[in-house]
């Protein structure tokens, strides 16, 4: 009697003379090797594999090389999260002791984790305005480590002064990591303006479709993306290969997208600042843009997705906007293909309270547009209705 094959045991994966055209996805957790001396061999890195999906795993790797390629990085890494990134970054390289400078408008749970978790782990922390490199200057100590920094702020697009910044880094020997979410690699690529780190929510346009939650960081200094892995694979923050394997099929139509969002974006700025009701728009190369000249200069003409405007007639005014836009999604998100709408006196900003959202601007009738691909025309109009029907009372 011959045995019947185990049904335990795996089923060798069926031989192709042609290759599959689409990304495999590998969800397997721990990979076999030949002996001893080959895993050996791989954990010395002397030849390539895998050993344990949460020290990494193909699908992320496809994903970082890809994100790599366009911010001209090498050995870029792929976690869980945004989030997971900006943490392995400031717990990876920081040590009791050390202070860390963030911008006064970074991504709000960075600005916790400054905030609330390094200090209780005796790294201290401080905020500047970081339009104001002078400010950024002052608030330098002895024992500044690391400069965290988004280019173009969330909700009100101020343009950070990312040369006067980076050259004061770099005189002090500073760590400046850079946030590059909103930008994005098309718009800004932080290593050539003088960025040790790059940090990226790829949740948000490189992704795409509001499906992954993912983040990507690179260290120009091998010693330091050692640091950051090796923090990232002891707390667990590796990603889902389903989620990279999304990601990654998202990327394949990131530049349209991008480009495209960006045309609408400009063109949806330009049509709403002339709408009744309108009290201001904000997008970071249009001329009346507070920073219009370091955007030129900082982005060119690539002023990004995002939008953001004022109507007169405060939190009412705002609740009956949001109800007219039926089909634009009020969701605290960006970068979904799709036109979002955010309110940050309600959602991001709400923990600062009117006082501190008062002295950034941002009133009960302010709201960030995450602008979509869809077709200009359709946006315009229903923009104008929604914001005609918020006027009505
Ligand atoms: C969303 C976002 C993050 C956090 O990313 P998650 O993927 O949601 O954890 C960090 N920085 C910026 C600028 C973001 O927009």
Same mark, same amino acid.
């Given at each position: 009697?011959?045995?019947?094959?185990?049904?335990?045991?795996?089923?060798?994966?069926?031989?192709?003379?042609?290759?599959?055209?689409?990304?495999?996805?590998?969800?397997?957790?721990?990979?076999?090797?030949?002996?001893?001396?080959?895993?050996?061999?791989?954990?010395?890195?002397?030849?390539?594999?895998?050993?344990?999906?949460?020290?990494?795993?193909?699908?992320?790797?496809?994903?970082?090389?890809?994100?790599?390629?366009?911010?001209?990085?090498?050995?870029?890494?792929?976690?869980?999260?945004?989030?997971?990134?900006?943490?392995?970054?400031?717990?990876?390289?920081?040590?009791?002791?050390?202070?860390?400078?963030?911008? !006064?408008?970074?991504?709000?749970?960075?600005?916790?984790?400054?905030?609330?978790?390094?200090?209780?782990?005796?790294?201290?922390?401080?905020?500047?305005?970081?339009?104001?490199?002078?400010?950024?200057?002052?608030?330098?100590?002895?024992?500044?480590?690391?400069?965290?920094?988004?280019?173009?702020?969330?909700?009100?697009?101020?343009?950070?002064?990312?040369?006067?910044?980076?050259?004061?880094?770099?005189?002090?020997? #500073?760590?400046?990591?850079?946030?590059?979410?909103?930008?994005?690699?098309?718009?800004?690529?932080?290593?050539?303006?003088?960025?040790?780190?790059?940090? @990226?929510?790829?949740?948000?346009?490189?992704?795409? @479709?509001?499906?992954?939650?993912?983040?990507?960081?690179?260290?120009? !200094?091998?010693?330091?993306?050692?640091?950051?892995?090796?923090?990232?694979?002891?707390?667990?923050?590796?990603?889902?290969?389903?989620?990279?394997?999304?990601?990654?099929?998202? *990327?394949?139509?990131?530049?349209?997208?991008? !480009?495209?969002?960006?045309?609408?974006?400009?063109?949806?700025?330009? @049509?709403?600042?002339? *709408?009744?009701? #309108?009290?201001?728009?904000?997008?970071?190369?249009?001329?009346?843009?507070?920073? @219009?000249?370091?955007?030129?200069?900082?982005?060119?003409?690539?002023?990004?997705?995002?939008?953001?405007?004022?109507?007169?007639?405060?939190?009412?005014?705002?609740?009956?906007?949001?109800?007219?836009?039926?089909?634009?999604?009020?969701?605290?998100?960006?970068?979904?293909?799709?036109?979002? *709408?955010?309110?940050?006196?309600?959602?991001?900003?709400?923990? *600062?309270?009117?006082?501190?959202?008062?002295?950034?601007?941002?009133?009960?009738?302010?709201?960030?547009?995450?602008?979509?691909?869809?077709?200009?025309?359709?946006?315009?109009?229903?923009?104008?209705?929604? #914001?005609?029907?918020?006027?009505?009372?």
């Amino acid at each position: 009697m011959t045995d019947t094959p185990s049904l335990v045991r795996r089923t060798p994966w069926p031989e192709s003379a042609s290759r599959p055209v689409g990304t495999p996805i590998q969800p397997s957790v721990v990979y076999a090797s030949p002996d001893p001396d080959t895993l050996d061999a791989q954990y010395d890195g002397q030849v390539a594999g895998y050993t344990y999906a949460r020290e990494g795993h193909p699908n992320a790797d496809v994903l970082a090389r890809k994100i790599d390629a366009m911010e001209g990085a090498e050995g870029g890494i792929v976690l869980g999260s945004g989030m997971a990134a900006v943490t392995a970054v400031l717990m990876g390289v920081c040590k009791a002791g050390d202070h860390v400078l963030g911008g !006064d408008q970074i991504y709000g749970r960075s600005l916790r984790l400054m905030r609330e978790d390094l200090p209780r782990l005796s790294v201290a922390t401080s905020v500047a305005d970081p339009t104001d490199a002078a400010a950024f200057e002052a608030a330098i100590r002895p024992e500044t480590r690391l400069i965290l920094l988004e280019v173009v702020s969330n909700p009100t697009l101020r343009v950070a002064d990312i040369a006067g910044i980076a050259a004061l880094a770099k005189a002090r020997g #500073i760590l400046l990591a850079i946030d590059n979410t909103f930008t994005t690699p098309r718009g800004f690529q932080p290593f050539a303006h003088g960025a040790d780190i790059v940090i @990226h929510s790829v949740t948000k346009i490189l992704a795409g @479709h509001s499906d992954a939650t993912l983040g990507y960081v690179a260290a120009r !200094d091998p010693g330091l993306r050692k640091a950051i892995y090796d923090f990232a694979v002891t707390t667990g923050m590796t990603a889902s290969p389903f989620d990279c394997w999304l990601a990654e099929r998202g *990327l394949y139509s990131f530049e349209l997208r991008y !480009d495209r969002a960006e045309q609408n974006a400009v063109a949806l700025a330009a @049509h709403l600042a002339g *709408l009744p009701g #309108i009290t201001r728009v904000l997008y970071p190369t249009r001329a009346d843009h507070p920073d @219009h000249n370091r955007a030129i200069n900082l982005l060119g003409t690539r002023g990004g997705h995002m939008v953001s405007f004022e109507i007169a007639g405060g939190r009412e005014a705002a609740n009956r906007l949001t109800r007219a836009a039926p089909n634009i999604a009020f969701a605290p998100t960006l970068g979904d293909i799709g036109t979002t *709408l955010s309110h940050p006196a309600s959602s991001s900003h709400r923990g *600062l309270g009117a006082e501190g959202r008062a002295a950034l601007g941002i009133s009960e009738g302010f709201f960030r547009v995450s602008v979509g691909v869809e077709d200009i025309g359709l946006l315009c109009r229903e923009f104008e209705t929604a #914001i005609a029907a918020s006027q009505r009372r």
